[in-house]
């Protein structure tokens, strides 16, 4: 018998809803033999971990929840190096890795799974001094929007959140009354290399070329991004990178000017994230071990290293897709 595994975590901010519309009905489904993995209250890495130690081959993992909950799914597969099948059903403020696949319910899921609609992710990953942090499915980010994460972690918007009644709007404007009083922050340090070039002689343009400019990136660059899928953070478009072994995009963002920030989300969300696609891997060299935040799809750590690695994953995993 085809074991199942539902992924979700009880503090959810729609944990009522999962509940009722995912686990009960899967609990009742014939033909699997069904169990469920509750996240705990620690890091994600530890959670992939205990996950990790149960999963066979063959397994077929659902998450139910935002992409912390995918997250924590991806990395278990990753390091259980498993041959097992992951479904993601989205019920998180942004759902990034859910828009991704394209599985809208349960029902939905369960038929394409049974059906044979199943695609290949190839997730990226990240190193610290030479040594594996995490993989996310749909991008990483180092710099500002990492850790604008913490926005979400006010106890008052966690609760506004968990009550149902606020949405994407209420998400924006909490992001955007974050950014007013924290846009003079340093977020990234002076001297920085990416790929043995200065990187405070980089900008991104919108057509993805890199130019020579003077600015130093503490006053210019705030964030950079590595995009593995279609959206980031809901609103910013990506692309069909998750399909490659190879290729992904990594865009600079110097987004601590207004009409700066405006024209960088208006390019992400009528066009694409601005951007230059890149094949292997990206290496970002801090000169000396610095303190920086970097978030993988909504879970951010604040970290200590000298260098970053982010680069495509050894292998793929077989995932539930339209």
Request: aromatic letters at 10%; glycine letters at 8%.
């Amino acid at each position: 018998m085809r074991r199942m595994i539902i992924v979700y975590n009880p503090r959810s901010s729609k944990h009522a809803r999962i509940e009722k519309e995912v686990i009960r009905p899967l609990m009742k489904l014939g033909g699997y033999q069904i169990g469920k993995f509750e996240i705990a209250r620690a890091l994600v890495d530890e959670n992939a971990a205990k996950l990790a130690a149960i999963l066979r081959d063959d397994d077929l993992v659902v998450t139910a929840g935002g992409d912390g909950t995918s997250t924590v799914a991806v990395n278990a597969i990753m390091l259980s190096k498993k041959d097992a099948v992951l479904g993601v059903l989205g019920y998180g403020n942004f759902n990034d890795f859910a828009r991704t696949l394209g599985e809208e319910d349960y029902v939905e899921l369960i038929s394409d799974y049974e059906h044979g609609s199943l695609g290949m992710l190839y997730p990226l990953e990240a190193l610290l001094d030479g040594k594996h942090w995490r993989y996310a499915a749909a991008y990483f980010t180092v710099g500002m929007f990492a850790e604008s994460t913490e926005a979400f972690e006010n106890p008052r918007v966690r609760g506004k959140l968990k009550k149902g009644s606020k949405g994407l709007l209420f998400s924006i404007k909490t992001l955007v009354f974050w950014w007013l009083s924290h846009r003079r922050h340093a977020f990234l340090p002076k001297d920085i290399e990416l790929d043995d070039v200065p990187m405070n002689k980089l900008k991104a343009s919108k057509s993805g070329r890199v130019n020579i400019v003077k600015t130093p990136i503490n006053k210019q660059i705030s964030d950079v991004m590595f995009v593995n899928g279609k959206t980031a953070a809901k609103v910013m478009k990506g692309g069909n990178y998750w399909t490659s072994p190879t290729e992904f995009l990594v865009s600079f963002g110097r987004l601590k000017s207004f009409f700066r920030l405006a024209g960088f989300m208006f390019t992400a969300m009528f066009a694409r994230l601005p951007g230059k696609k890149i094949e292997g891997s990206v290496k970002i060299d801090f000169n000396a071990p610095e303190e920086f935040e970097i978030q993988a799809e909504g879970e951010f750590r604040r970290v200590k290293a000298k260098e970053l690695v982010v680069r495509k994953a050894e292998r793929g995993i077989r995932v539930i897709c339209r």
